[in-house]
Structures are given as structure tokens and as C-alpha cells.
């Protein structure tokens, strides 16, 4: 299950299961929004974007939702490996302009095998 | 492997040493960037360079002094820091203009302690 407190949430799954990870973004005129995986010892890795005018995009394993009405991301990992175990930050951007992201806190997903 | 690379991967210095960290990219990337990040907490921005030059500076303190000697390079000059400055420092590119709607793509950092 999922677990909120004063630092990094965690969500820990068992291999094989879907994950869900959540995001609040705070700017609702926010129009464009990334997910970024990043391991241990890593820099964050580019997983997947989404932007305002859509409500879901797939990519291979991962879909990305978007509800702009309560101004809430999600990632859902299919089929999660233990190869997924990483810290997962969302960003949201406002374009029109420079590329200046403002990154979420972060959820750390552990896989068990 | 990232197509950021930076160097070196783990720095170990003194308060009152002067060293520097570089960052390279060859996407022909014009927008580039450097972000501090400390344990279990997301990036904080520090600087962008947008075609070469300094587009923002968030309130970092003068001991750490950015340079862009051209479009594929990045520095981040350090002088005097202090423990608390004990951190990974992430260089990231992204491709300017475009109304901001392209991801960064980030190296693996440097790990830096100040002794």
C-alpha cells in the first residue's frame, strides 16, 4: 500500500501487480506535465509526458492520466518489475515561455519479488 | 547511458578549496541547466542558460558561479561552500523554445561533500 508522511512516500507492490503513483500539481494553469524515474545513484530519467488538451497517453507498460479538474497526475505501471524500483517525481510546467519545471515530492516505488 | 555526461561523479572538498563541476551534451540542446538535490527531495533549480546565456538565477548564493563557454558545455565554478552545500548537483539540457513543452533530459550528477 501507499504510505504519506513527513518524508518520501513509498508505495511497495509485488512483482507482477499494477502500480498506481499520484501527484497533486499545484498550478491550474499548469499545461504540461512529465513523469521522471529516478534510480539510485541516477539522474531522473525522462518516462513519459502529457498535455493539457489530454486526459491519457500510453506509453509501453506505463499510461499517464490527467484530471485538470481536481488537478491530479497519475502513472500506472503495468505488470511491475523489479527493474521499476526508483523514486518517481511528476512535473508540472507552464508554456508559453521557458521550460522552468516545478517538480512534485516524489514517491518511492519498491518492487518485492 | 545518459546522453548528459557529467564530471566527476563523486568530489570530496574542503571549505576552502575552489573546484568545478562540467557538464556536456551533443543533442544540440540550447537550453540547459543546473539543479541541486538533496537526499529524498526533489531537484531545485539553480540556474538556466538559454542559448548561452544566463536566463535565471534562483537566489543561489555567490560562492557557486555557473559558465557556458559554449552550447554544448556546461561548468558550475565552486568557491568557499559550506557543509550544508553537501549534495547531488544534476546538469540537465532541454531544446529551447518550442513554448517550454519539451522534457529535460538529465545526467547521473555529481555527488559532492564539503568537508
Known amino acids: 500500500g501507499e504510505s504519506v508522511g513527513l518524508h518520501l512516500p513509498t508505495l511497495s507492490v509485488q512483482e507482477g501487480d499494477n502500480s498506481i503513483i499520484n501527484c497533486a500539481y499545484s498550478?491550474?494553469?499548469?499545461?504540461?506535465f512529465i513523469w521522471y524515474k529516478q534510480e539510485s545513484g541516477k539522474g531522473p530519467q525522462f518516462i513519459i509526458d502529457?498535455?493539457?488538451?489530454?486526459d491519457k497517453r500510453q506509453g509501453q507498460r506505463v499510461t499517464v492520466l490527467l484530471n485538470k479538474t481536481v488537478k491530479h497526475l497519475s502513472l500506472q505501471i503495468a505488470a511491475t518489475q523489479p527493474g521499476d524500483s526508483a523514486v518517481y517525481f511528476c512535473?508540472?510546467?507552464?508554456?508559453?515561455?521557458?521550460?522552468?519545471?516545478?517538480f512534485g515530492r516524489g514517491t518511492s516505488l519498491i518492487v518485492h519479488p | 547511458d545518459t546522453e548528459v555526461t557529467q564530471t566527476p561523479k563523486h568530489l570530496v572538498m574542503g571549505m576552502t578549496n575552489k573546484k568545478s563541476l562540467k557538464c556536456e551534451q551533443h543533442?544540440?540542446?540550447?537550453?540547459m541547466y543546473w539543479y541541486k538535490q538533496k537526499a529524498k527531495k526533489p531537484p531545485e533549480l539553480m540556474f538556466v542558460?538559454?542559448?548561452?546565456?544566463?536566463?535565471i538565477n534562483e537566489s543561489v548564493p555567490s560562492r557557486f558561479s555557473p559558465e557556458c563557454p559554449n552550447s554544448s558545455l556546461l561548468n558550475l565554478h565552486l568557491h568557499a561552500l559550506q557543509p550544508e552545500d553537501s549534495a547531488l548537483y544534476l546538469c540537465?539540457?532541454?531544446?529551447?523554445?518550442?513554448?517550454?513543452?519539451?522534457?529535460?533530459?538529465f545526467g547521473d550528477g555529481t555527488r559532492l561533500s564539503i568537508l
Open positions: 512535473a508540472e510546467n507552464l508554456s508559453g515561455g521557458s521550460y522552468i519545471p516545478t
Open positions: 502529457i498535455r493539457s488538451n489530454m
Open positions: 543533442m544540440g540542446h540550447r537550453a
Open positions: 498550478n491550474s494553469a499548469s499545461d504540461y
Open positions: 540537465a539540457s532541454s531544446q529551447a523554445g518550442g513554448g517550454g513543452n519539451q522534457p529535460q533530459h
Open positions: 542558460y538559454s542559448y548561452e546565456k544566463l536566463s
